[in-house]
Nanobody, 128 residues
Framework: FQLQASGGGLVQSGGSLRLSCAAP????????TGWFRRAPGKEREGVSC????????YYADSVKGRFTISRDNAKNTVYLQMNSLKPEDTAIYYC??????????????????????WGQGTLVTVSS
């Protein structure tokens, strides 16, 4: 199976977008889930992560206070609400899932090594 990220697009600086991560045929609700992004010419970086229950969340310093991760396990979907977008948020955004429901504590949440399942990305472009 593959996770499916959607909701990307072109938005002006200061605008908002909401990304969705769906997982047809996969019980995403049992897995900690994260969002990563890769900006042009840069390495993939962790943006946010949420445990399976939704109580524990993590954010990169660069997005704290602007982005909010959430999940609706009844809909088998994880969301990333992005507000106050900046041109430097321009990137391909990916969602990924860990094997466990609890966010792993043996590997940093923002390490790609913590995740076993990945989806294709969705492009977010923020114009200045």
């Amino acid at each position: 199976f593959q996770l499916q990220a959607s909701g990307g697009g072109l938005v002006q600086s200061g605008g908002s977008l909401r990304l969705s991560c769906a997982a047809p045929g996969f019980a995403l609700g049992f897995h900690a889930t994260g969002w990563f992004r890769r900006a042009p010419g840069k390495e993939r970086e962790g943006v946010s992560c949420i445990g399976s229950s939704g109580f524990r969340t993590y954010y990169a310093d660069s997005v704290k206070g602007r982005f909010t991760i959430s999940r609706d396990n009844a809909k088998n979907t994880v969301y990333l609400q992005m507000n106050s977008l900046k041109p430097e948020d321009t990137a391909i955004y990916y969602c990924a899932a860990q094997r466990t429901g609890r966010v792993r504590n043996d590997t940093p949440w923002d390490s790609i090594r913590a995740y076993d399942y990945w989806g294709q990305g969705t492009l977010v472009t923020v114009s200045s």
